[in-house]
């Protein structure tokens, strides 16, 4: 499939922003106190990287086939963290969490204005499929801050 020159600059930032995403959940991996969040953040970053990748198929031509299951689908936390535990480590996997939750509304925001400068359904399935993931992960990550008193 052939991209005109102004939907190959929209796939083109929105990879750009999905190479973004990848860094900031590798970082919030390395960084995050508790096992059950680094693992978290592992999974949201493969997703991302994938999201990377597809969009570089896009880029060339192929529209891929979305998956339709995600490894964070089903996601039940266990509680690290209680409601009266104020500790930094506590405070600090808040912040990673709510920062992550800000990139999620944004990244799914531009999906969601993006995918309309696209006629081809397949095109328009693909982004609203990511834009779907993208909300998923803002929301097993409200999972988790509200299992570990972080809401």
């Known amino acids: 499939m052939k991209l005109s020159e102004k939907e190959a600059t929209v796939i083109k930032d929105l990879q750009a922003q999905e190479k ?36 570089g ?8 086939s979305v998956s339709a299951t995600s490894s964070v689908s089903g996601y039940s936390p266990s509680a690290t963290y209680t409601s009266m535990d104020n500790s930094e ?10 920062d992550s939750i800000a990139t999620e509304k944004l990244v799914s925001s531009t999906y969601n204005t993006d995918l309309f400068q696209f006629a ?3 095109i328009r399935k693909l982004l609203n499929h990511i ?21």
């Open 89 to 98: 480590n506590k405070k600090h996997d808040q912040f990673l969490c709510t």
């Open 120 to 122: 081809a359904s397949n």
């Open 57 to 64: 198929q896009l880029l060339k031509g192929d529209v891929p």
């Open 20 to 55: 973004t995403c990848v860094e900031k959940y590798r970082f919030y991996e390395n960084s995050a106190k508790d096992p059950e969040l680094k693992d978290l953040f592992h999974k949201i970053g493969d997703e991302e990287q994938e999201h990377f990748d597809a969009l």
């Open 131 to 151: 834009q779907t993931e993208e909300q998923n992960h803002a929301e097993v990550i409200y999972k988790y801050k509200t299992a570990n008193g972080m809401v």
